[in-house]
């Protein structure tokens, strides 16, 4: 299995917790605990799909998607309530 996952959380733990269970299966993980940052990965490192939390400081998960969407319309995201 390959493949990118860009993980959005304000906690490191879980982002942390995402990236030891998935990178063994050969996917790679990066994250980001800002929701703001993260749209900069997005647009400069094209993941496959995004995970992210819904409740985070700044930034809903939901108001996310929509940022996403304008950015990256055909990307996959999973929002983790």
Do not use: F, Y
């Not at 929701?35 to 939390?53: F, G």
Request: negative net charge; glycine residues 6%; proline residues 9%.
């Amino acid at each position: 299995m390959d493949g990118k996952l860009l993980v959005i959380d304000d906690k490191l733990p879980m982002c942390e917790l995402v990236h030891a269970g998935l990178s063994p299966l050969g996917i790679e993980v990066t994250w980001e605990c800002d929701p703001q940052s993260a749209l900069d990965v997005i647009r400069n490192q094209a993941p496959d799909v995004v995970l992210t939390d819904i409740r985070m400081p700044g930034m809903t998960g939901i108001d996310l998607c929509a940022h996403i969407h304008q950015i990256a319309p055909d990307l996959p995201v999973i929002v983790m309530l």
